[in-house]
């Protein structure tokens, strides 16, 4: 039997969509009182790895921060994490608890961040959407794309950057000590996640 591919090129009703949401869907009476996260999961931007709908947690129960691999040595993490302490805390509400969850088939980890400058460095006219604008190789430097070295398996891999990361935000200053953090990796294939000790 042919797989099922999901196709993204019809055009998609937004204001529709959000018109029907608001009025048929939305379950919560009253979302300004009380609103109030169960964790927080850092996870990949890919919209197959949907914490939202694998952990099965409700609307609102999860703050989800995305960036390409679910990478936690990013500026936008901590500084979101930390906020989020802080202003939910002084509201009695603080979080107490992050996931890290990366997944199976990233794209994320098909790149080192030399392959990655060398792409940008090169220019491509042919390459999809055609070449950079003037000034990109210059950005790209001081960026930290955080490729990840190819060498092992994929799972490998995977456990390595989920530890990694783990660690990063348990040692970090700014995220207390009562904060748990949790590693986990989500097959796209099975859709099992699988809790990584560290
Ligand atoms: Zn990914």
């Given at each position: 039997m042919a797989e099922t591919v999901l196709t993204t090129n019809e055009p998609h009703d937004y204001a529709g969509a959000n018109h029907h949401y608001a009025e048929h869907v939305f379950p919560v009476r009253n979302p300004v009182a009380g609103s109030r996260s169960r964790c927080v999961v850092v996870t990949c931007s890919d919209p197959r790895c949907s914490p939202e709908h694998f952990f099965k947690l409700k609307e609102q129960e999860a703050t989800v921060i995305r960036n390409e691999g679910g990478r936690t040595a990013d500026p936008a993490v901590i500084r979101t994490v930390v906020l989020l302490s802080l202003l939910m805390g002084s509201a009695?509400?603080?979080?107490?608890e992050v996931l890290v969850v990366h997944h199976t088939?990233?794209?994320?980890?098909?790149?080192s961040n030399e392959e990655l400058m060398e792409m940008i460095a090169k220019n491509d006219d042919a390459a999809p959407g055609g070449p950079f604008k003037a000034g990109a190789l210059t950005w790209a430097e001081g960026l930290n794309f955080m490729g990840v070295p190819t060498g092992g398996s994929e799972y490998e891999r995977l456990v390595r950057c989920v530890k990694q990361d783990v660690k990063f935000l348990r040692s970090h200053p700014l995220l207390k000590p009562s904060i748990h953090i949790s590693g986990w990796i989500y097959d796209i294939k099975t859709r099992h996640a699988e809790k990584i000790e560290s």
């Open positions: 009695g509400q603080a979080i107490n088939d990233c794209v994320a980890y098909a790149f």
